[in-house]
């Protein structure tokens, strides 16, 4: 019928980027020098060093801790129907109002009894296909 993607994203293959490595270098750079300024400091003012170096050790701490918002995935919720009498299932677009066991909805096809909704659900969309690609296909079936 429909096929289903998995809820669960695929592993990404991550490769290091000059961006990650900049991100990494400047989180430890950070850390470093907060704890510099705790526990060494460049004045004679104990408490001044304490606080700039906290600072720098949230600073670096909160940009490590930072990570990029992924858009949440495009869904389509469908109802499936079923004719009581012959059993014929049919799967269409919710429409506002659909409700499990809802009677009144749609005519079947083979007997015009009215069918009844067993099921309403939510689906992950695929990402479409670049049009390169579908025109690869195409060529394909054609050639084949």
């Known amino acids: 019928m429909i096929e289903e993607e998995d809820d669960d ?10 961006k990650g490595a900049l991100k990494a ?4 750079l ?19 060093n304490f ?5 720098f ?26 004719c009581s009498i012959c059993g014929l299932t049919k799967v269409r ?16 096809n083979k007997c015009n009894d009215s069918m009844e909704i067993k099921q309403i659900y939510s689906v992950k969309l695929k990402k479409p296909v670049a049009e390169t690609k579908k025109k690869e296909v195409e060529k394909d079936k ?3």
């Open 93 to 108: 677009n919710y429409m506002t109002g659909d409700f499990v066991f809802n009677k009144t909805v749609d005519k079947c």
């Open 57 to 82: 050790l949230c600073l670096g701490t909160t940009l490590m801790q930072m990570q990029k918002q992924h858009p949440e995935p495009l869904r389509q919720t469908l109802s499936i129907l079923v």
């Open 9 to 18: 994203d695929k592993v990404l293959e991550k490769g290091l980027s000059v």
């Open 25 to 28: 270098f400047l989180v430890i």
């Open 142 to 144: 054609k050639e084949s």
């Open 51 to 55: 606080l700039i170096g906290i600072l």
């Open 30 to 48: 950070l850390i470093v020098v907060g704890a510099y300024f705790m526990y060494l400091g460049f004045s004679p003012d104990n408490w001044g």
